[in-house]
């Protein structure tokens, strides 16, 4: 037990009696008077405080004002629990309910911690109408009884919520901005202005432009076929699925499995027959493989294999690089690049893939070993503190669910 709650002194309260429905409308968004408007699509489930916004003249339409200190909860489909105190004053969506609580009835830092919870959540799931799109309405709302703590344990209760909540915030804060970092670091390895920005160089805004500005000293300018030799992979025939792919033991990787990462299962495998019988080919743990099919949000997305596998005609492997290139140079390089990929499909073709030529004449800078080091250890020691806070947020969210489970349990 974390709050050591007495749940005997707890009372059984109408949710009118509690809250307030504010329903101070907007007719003309553009001339309300604060410059935020507030979506059902900037509420992110289990985030408690509006980080996103937009600007009142981008909507039309009727809308809800809202102030300092009111929930605002989405109440068009409940069971997407979009719940979120506001910390400014603006405008929000008409499909939301914006409550405020009532004095001496609820503790207001209280009010958002029971909104979010399950018990709350739960009831006005099963009370939302219509199938499509179901809502909650207030008039089916109010009238809802929940058990709840005295005002002071009210307080306590919020007290802890809270401090956990703000921890979360700032651990969630630091990490956007760490992958922030991560980001430049990585578009660094594409940057070739005098230096390098490892060497303190602005980096350029767009990644598909990196070779503008000449290289730098003690650099190559070099092209993924010339330091390495592209090989697509090919499927064996769908017609003999029995004889090639089931019970096969030989990992198949398809563009699906490309993870930016390093793939260490795939969904299929096929077999030797299937080897044997046809022009796949099985390539090393440890090569570099770039997606050429599936569209915008497939094609140039990468992985290393964790494995030896086959791949399907999709996907490019990059062998026998040479001994002045690390693989995982090669990888992080390709993952920076990935936005050249958009002007190369798209400008050349009516469907959105690249081919095993695109590949090959994909630009590719070249430093010293020495460098491609430095700069993988970079980026590995700031995704060494991501990994730490991405651990930090989980065990913060899994106290956070501890106490509001700990609270409106149902041992009431």
């Not at 990994?387 to 700990?406: H, M, V, Y």
Request: contains cysteine; proline residues 5%.
């Amino acid at each position: 037990m974390i709050l050591d709650l007495d749940k005997g002194t707890w009372k059984r309260i109408a949710f009118r009696d509690i809250v307030q429905n504010v329903t101070d409308r907007v007719d003309n968004p553009s001339e309300a008077g604060v410059d935020r408007y507030v979506g059902l699509e900037h509420l992110d489930p289990g985030v408690l405080k509006i980080r996103r916004w937009d600007t009142p003249d981008k909507v039309e339409a009727q809308k809800l004002r809202f102030k300092v200190g009111d929930v605002i909860f989405g109440r068009r489909r409940a069971y997407q629990k979009k719940v979120a105190l506001a910390e400014f004053e603006g405008i929000c969506s008409a499909h939301a309910l914006v409550l405020r609580a009532r004095p001496g009835c609820i503790n207001r830092d209280f009010l958002p911690v029971f909104l979010a919870s399950d018990y709350f959540l739960d009831r006005a799931i099963d009370i939302s109408v219509g199938s499509l799109s179901p809502t909650v309405n207030w008039r089916d709302l109010m009238v809802q009884e929940f058990d709840l703590p005295p005002l002071d344990e009210q307080k306590r209760i919020a007290s802890l919520f809270w401090a956990v909540e703000r921890h979360l915030c700032a651990v969630s804060e630091f990490r956007s901005d760490l992958m922030g970092a991560f980001l430049q670091a990585r578009l660094a390895l594409l940057t070739v202005g005098p230096g390098g920005p490892w060497r303190e160089v602005p980096i350029p805004a767009d990644a598909a432009d990196y070779w503008t500005r000449g290289v730098p000293e003690g650099w190559k300018a070099a092209t993924v076929g010339e330091v390495s030799t592209v090989r697509a992979g090919a499927t064996p025939s769908r017609s003999q699925q029995a004889r090639y792919f089931d019970g096969g033991t030989i990992p198949w990787v398809k563009t699906l499995d490309l993870n930016e990462s390093v793939i260490s299962v795939t969904e299929e495998s096929i077999s030797d027959s299937a080897l044997s019988e046809s022009s796949a080919r099985i390539v090393p743990e440890g090569t570099v493989l770039v997606a050429m099919y599936g569209g915008f949000g497939q094609i140039g997305r990468t992985a290393q294999l964790g494995i030896d596998a086959a791949t399907n005609q999709a996907v490019s492997a990059l062998l026998n690089l040479r001994a002045d290139v690390l693989p995982r140079f090669m990888h992080e390089v390709l993952k920076a690049g990935r936005p050249k990929w958009r002007k190369v499909a798209a400008s050349s073709r009516k469907d959105p893939n690249i081919t095993k030529r695109d590949v090959e004449r994909f630009d590719f800078p070249l430093p010293p070993l020495s460098e491609q080091k430095q700069m993988l250890g970079l980026l590995a020691r700031i995704q060494g503190g991501i990994n730490s806070l991405d651990g930090e947020r989980r065990a913060l969210k899994l106290l956070r669910a501890a106490l509001l489970a700990e609270t409106f349990g149902d041992e009431r």
